[in-house]
C-alpha cells in the first residue's frame, strides 16, 4: 500500500465548521492515518490582492481557448493548491494527498494502490474524459481529466508543478492537472507549461465529490436542434425505440442480423437511418469539434456527453448492445454485466483528416457505427485479416476485441464526410 505522510483539505472559507464533522467522518473511512492540516483558501473579496501577493497571473487566454470562463471557485481553488504545493514541497514531505472540501469516499478497494507502476501523481477520484489506457490491477494511465478534489503526488511531482510556469498562466486545477501529464485537448494552452507528470488513475472511484459549485465546459444551457431525440425515458420509451433502434435486434434475433466477417468480429444493424441523419445533423448544429482521443491530430472527434446525449448512447448500450456481447462472445460472469462505456462522435474529412493510422485500441471491446454513406474511400481495415468493415447502410455497427490481436485503422476518406460513432468498453472495477 502507498504511504501518505500528510493529508490537506483545501477549503473555502465559512465551509470549515459546516464540513468539519463530514470530514472527521470520510477521513476515518481513509486507510490512511497521517497528519491533517486544514486550509482555507482566500475570501472571495480578497482574490485579486491574493493573486497579486502571491505573484500570480490568471491566464489571458483560458476562456477564448476553453469556451468558459474561471468560477470564483476556481480562482479561490487554484491559488490554495499553488500555495499548498510550495508549503508541502519546502517541508520536505515525500507523498501528500491533497482533498478539496467536496470530498466523499466512493469505495474501498484500496489494494489497486499496490503497485509497481511508476508514478508522480495519482487521481483517487475524478470525471474521465477521454480514453484511458487500461493498466493491471485496476489502474489505467488517464486520458482527458476533469478534478483535482482528490490526488496524491510525490515530492518530486509537486517540483514539476511548482516549476510549470503555471505562477504565470493560472488556469482551473482540475484541468491543469491534465495538461501536465499531457492529456489536455486544448493544444493552444499546453504551450504555455513545461514539464510533464507521469500520471496513475483508477478505473473506479475512490473518492468521489459532493456538488458545491458546478463547473460546466459550458454554462449556457445546450438546446438541442432535435429535442425528441433527447426524450427516451419514461412514457416516451417505447415510441423511441421504436423510431431509432433495429426492430430485429430489439428482439434479439441476433443469429439472424449478425454477420462475421472476420472471426471475433460482428456485424449487425443497430440504429435507423433517421437516428443517423438526425444525430449528425445534432453534433453539427453543436459544432465544438475536438480531438479529445488524439491529440496530435486536428480536431474529428466529440464526446457524446459534450452535448448532453451520452446518457441515452449508454442506456442503449446496455439495453441492447451488451446482451449482443454477452451472447457472441460468450461472456461469463457477473463482473461481465458491469461494462461501461466511452462514446465518441467522429467526423474524418477527405480534405483535413481523412484516416486513422493502424493502432490497437485500450478497451475490452470495441465498437463503430456507420452513420452515412455519403462518402468515398475510408471504412475500418484489419490488415492480419486483409478485410476492410465498410457498411453500405447507415446505423450498422461492427464490434472487435480492442487491446489485443485487432490491428485496425480507418482507411482514407478520398471524398465527402464520413461520420462514425466509435465506442470503447471496459470493466467497471
Known amino acids: 500500500m502507498i504511504s501518505v505522510d500528510k493529508i490537506v483539505i483545501l477549503t473555502m472559507p465559512g465551509y470549515t465548521y459546516r464540513k468539519k464533522q463530514s470530514w472527521v467522518d470520510s477521513l476515518s473511512q481513509l486507510p490512511w492515518k497521517a497528519p491533517l492540516e486544514i486550509y482555507e483558501t482566500p475570501q472571495v473579496n480578497e482574490l485579486d490582492a491574493k493573486l497579486a501577493s502571491s505573484r500570480l497571473e490568471l491566464s489571458k487566454f483560458w476562456t477564448s481557448l476553453a469556451g468558459r470562463e474561471m468560477s470564483t471557485r476556481d480562482k479561490c481553488m487554484a491559488i490554495g493548491h499553488w500555495m499548498v504545493w510550495h508549503q508541502v514541497y519546502k517541508e520536505n514531505i515525500e507523498t501528500i494527498l491533497i482533498l478539496e472540501d467536496n470530498f466523499k469516499p466512493a469505495s474501498t478497494h484500496y489494494h489497486v494502490l499496490d503497485t509497481e507502476e511508476g508514478w508522480e501523481m495519482i487521481y483517487l477520484g475524478r470525471k474521465s474524459l477521454s480514453v484511458d489506457t487500461p493498466l493491471s490491477g485496476g489502474l489505467v494511465k488517464p486520458g482527458y481529466s476533469h478534478g483535482s478534489f482528490a490526488y496524491l503526488v510525490k515530492k518530486n511531482g509537486l517540483e514539476k508543478l511548482i516549476n510549470s510556469g503555471y505562477d504565470q498562466h493560472v488556469v482551473p486545477v482540475s484541468e491543469m492537472l491534465s495538461i501536465m501529464h499531457g492529456s489536455f ?101 453543436y459544432g465544438q469539434w475536438t480531438n479529445y482521443r488524439y491529440k496530435d491530430h486536428p480536431s474529428i472527434d466529440m464526446m457524446l456527453s459534450s452535448f448532453g446525449f451520452n446518457e441515452i448512447y449508454s442506456w442503449v448500450m446496455k439495453e441492447y448492445v451488451y446482451p449482443l456481447f454477452y451472447y457472441k462472445y460468450q461472456l461469463q460472469g457477473e463482473s461481465l454485466k458491469k461494462l461501461v462505456s466511452q462514446n465518441f462522435i467522429v467526423r474524418y474529412l477527405a480534405e483535413q483528416q481523412g484516416h486513422l493510422g493502424l493502432h490497437n485500441d485500450g478497451s475490452h471491446i470495441s465498437m463503430v457505427v456507420t452513420l452515412n454513406t455519403a462518402f468515398e474511400g475510408g471504412g475500418t481495415f484489419f490488415p492480419k485479416f486483409k478485410k476492410l468493415i465498410r457498411h453500405d447502410q447507415p446505423g450498422y455497427a461492427s464490434i472487435h476485441p480492442g487491446f489485443i490481436g485487432y490491428l485496425h485503422g480507418a482507411r482514407p476518406v478520398t471524398s465527402g464526410k464520413r461520420y462514425i460513432i466509435a465506442s470503447f468498453f471496459f470493466l467497471e472495477q
Open 185 to 285: 485537448p486544448v493544444q493552444g494552452l499546453t504551450e504555455f507549461f513545461s514539464g510533464r507528470l507521469r500520471a496513475l488513475a483508477l478505473m473506479k472511484d475512490l473518492i468521489g465529490e459532493e456538488n458545491v459549485e458546478a463547473a460546466p465546459v459550458d454554462n449556457t444551457p445546450y438546446r438541442p436542434l432535435h429535442p425528441h431525440l433527447f426524450e427516451a425515458f419514461g412514457n416516451a420509451t417505447p415510441g423511441w425505440v421504436k423510431k431509432y433502434v433495429n426492430p430485429q435486434l430489439v428482439a434479439r434475433e441476433f443469429d439472424l442480423i449478425c454477420d462475421e466477417p472476420i472471426d471475433n468480429v460482428y456485424s449487425f444493424p443497430l440504429f435507423t437511418s433517421a437516428f443517423c441523419s438526425e444525430i449528425i445533423e445534432e453534433a453539427e448544429h
